[in-house]
């Protein structure tokens, strides 16, 4: 292992620390939650996982010469509504999986009503989180700002937007341009939120976040068809979950339309675009984010 790739192996495990100890304290000592719902809330939080949203909040923040600290609040409200969507995703009603993360699924453990509810206090509570980023320094105006991105980004113009766009896609149906569509809203509009929300606690300018912007899409893009080629030829074990579960299910990818090896080709050229951005928009620390971009490419789980 050369220098430069212990030196982000290390950064990758000091970031995943960081947040995973936030999480573990996100829920304010004096509420009174009724037990049987927060075990289920955590259950799912703190299920492990890449951590990758809250990771390229940071590190956007980092680019911009930020604080790692005044991104970690948003960074890990983001974290909270990925988790949420991933408890509504694997309901009998939407994708029905069994198993997340290597274990049981939250309905599975809890029941329909209570993995519902759990996903509602968690997507309520991200709010709180981005509010409490005024505690450490974030101007009030910011934290306006990144609420109204992830209202929009998180929200039916974007996120659970794709979902019901994703629960309609057919096999047969779905052309790519439908597809990346999907992808851009169901994948993209998160990540996309992580970055922005990174940058805008490090004050970054217009031409910075217009560049995140397109950095954030282009990996979530990657990101999303590099999940398609892994449930294809991933290890079940390192994914955590069953392989081929999108073709029994029907689910249109990239690998149905396109081909495998063109979808190969495709996490390529997006990730390029994503770096390119980047590297154009006069970042004064833009080596994670770099980092963080080929790291998704090759990723196995």
């Not at 940071?58 to 010469?65: D, P, Q, R, S, V």
């Not at 995703?89 to 309905?107: C, E, V």
């Amino acid at each position: 292992m050369t220098e430069q790739a212990k030196a982000f192996r290390d950064y990758l495990q000091e970031r995943t620390a960081m947040v995973e100890e936030k999480l573990r304290t996100v829920w304010p000592p004096d509420w009174e939650i009724p037990p049987r719902l927060r075990e289920s809330m955590d259950y799912s939080l703190l299920a492990g996982g890449k951590r990758m949203r809250p990771i390229l909040a940071l590190g956007a923040a980092e680019a911009a010469g930020g604080r790692t600290e005044a991104a970690l609040g948003a960074a890990c409200a983001v974290e909270l509504v990925h988790t949420y969507s991933l408890i509504h995703d694997d309901l009998p009603a939407m994708d029905n999986d069994d198993y997340r993360r290597g274990r049981l699924t939250n309905h599975k453990v809890y029941g329909d009503a209570m993995a519902i509810l759990a996903g509602d206090g968690l997507l309520t509570h991200a709010f709180r989180l981005v509010a409490d980023s005024l505690q450490e320094g974030v101007p009030a105006e910011t934290c306006v700002q990144i609420v109204a991105d992830l209202s929009r980004l998180a929200g039916p113009h974007g996120m659970v937007g794709g979902q019901a766009a994703d629960m309609e896609g057919v096999q047969g149906i779905t052309d790519v341009r439908e597809l990346q569509a999907i992808h851009t809203h169901k994948t993209g509009d998160l990540i996309v939120f992580s970055l922005l929300a990174g940058g805008r606690c490090a004050g970054a300018g217009e031409q910075q976040l217009d560049a995140l912007r397109i950095y954030g899409y282009s990996i979530g893009l990657a990101f999303q068809i590099q999940d398609d080629i892994l449930d294809l030829t991933g290890d079940e074990a390192k994914l955590g979950k069953p392989v081929k579960s999108d073709e029994r299910q029907q689910k249109v990818t990239y690998p149905y339309l396109i081909g495998l090896e063109e979808s190969k080709r495709k996490v390529e050229e997006l990730t390029e675009e994503a770096k390119r951005a980047i590297r154009q928009a006069g970042f004064p620390k833009p080596q994670r984010l770099l980092e963080l971009a080929d790291y998704l490419m090759n990723r196995d789980h």
